[in-house]
């Protein structure tokens, strides 16, 4: 098993905010490290994969970075739709996802 | 486009089987470039990776849960399958299926919405 570690575990953001979520591997996992968005009752959305890839369809707001161990996940300016809970998953080795960050509407 | 849909019951019993069923539209399972997956999160905890089955039927688990679990498809029907052997309350949780892409760095691009299994006398 790799833990991940995300941060914070929820925050409180505004319409046009930037945010950034944090995710920390616990070994090296190079890029293989995956975001997902998931709105409670819907299909968990993959965001971004090997780190700063963006899935085909997600809107450009969003970007990832990092490699070894660090990664970031931002959302330039926040949307209405975008008030979820966000998951980093390493895919290294077999697959562990982080704890998530909820963000929520300040 | 590609949907998956969880199905099966929403309570066990304890000591009972846990049997679930992905209906996947808009691909086949038998498709190259691509592998079947379960997972799981109990209210408040982290998603738990469950195990895989690839389009040729062969198969991994999470070893926390091997001893217990089987995955595996039916191909006529387009679907795959969980099943879990002497459940307890712990496995209570919100189960899903996805899709994995079969190229590094092997991420879940197609998820259904998830069903809710309870284990409770």
């Known amino acids: 098993d790799i833990p991940m570690t995300q941060s914070p575990s929820s925050l409180s953001a505004s319409v046009g905010d930037r945010v950034t979520i944090t995710c920390r591997a616990s070994?090296?996992?190079?890029?293989?490290l995956n975001w997902y968005q998931h709105i409670p009752g819907k299909a968990p959305k993959l965001l971004i994969y090997?780190?700063?890839s963006l899935q085909s369809g997600v809107p450009s707001r969003f970007s990832g970075s990092g490699s070894g161990t660090d990664f970031t996940l931002t959302i330039s300016s926040l949307q209405p739709e975008d008030f979820a809970t966000y998951y980093c998953?390493?895919?290294?080795?077999?697959?562990?996802f982080g704890q998530g960050t909820t963000v929520d509407i300040k | 486009q590609v949907q998956l849909q969880e199905s099966g019951p929403g309570l066990v019993r304890p000591s009972q089987t846990l049997s679930l069923t992905c209906t996947v539209s808009?691909?086949?399972?038998?498709?190259?470039?691509?592998?079947w997956t379960w997972i799981r999160q109990p209210a408040g905890k982290e998603l738990e990776w469950i195990g895989r089955?690839?389009?040729?039927?062969?198969?991994n688990y999470n070893p926390s849960l091997k001893s217990r679990l089987t995955i595996s498809l039916d191909t006529s029907k387009n679907q795959f399958s969980l099943k879990l052997t002497s459940v307890t309350a712990a496995d209570t949780a919100f189960y899903y299926c996805?899709?994995?892409?079969?190229?590094?760095?092997?991420?879940?691009?197609?998820w259904g919405q998830g069903t809710l299994v309870t284990v409770s006398s």
């Open positions: 996805a899709r994995v892409r079969e190229r590094a760095p092997f991420p879940f691009d197609e």
């Open positions: 808009g691909a086949s399972i038998s498709a190259r470039g691509y592998y």
């Open positions: 089955v690839y389009s040729s039927g062969g198969t």
């Open positions: 070994q090296y996992i190079s890029n293989y």
């Open positions: 090997a780190a700063s």
């Open positions: 998953q390493q895919s290294y080795n077999t697959w562990t």
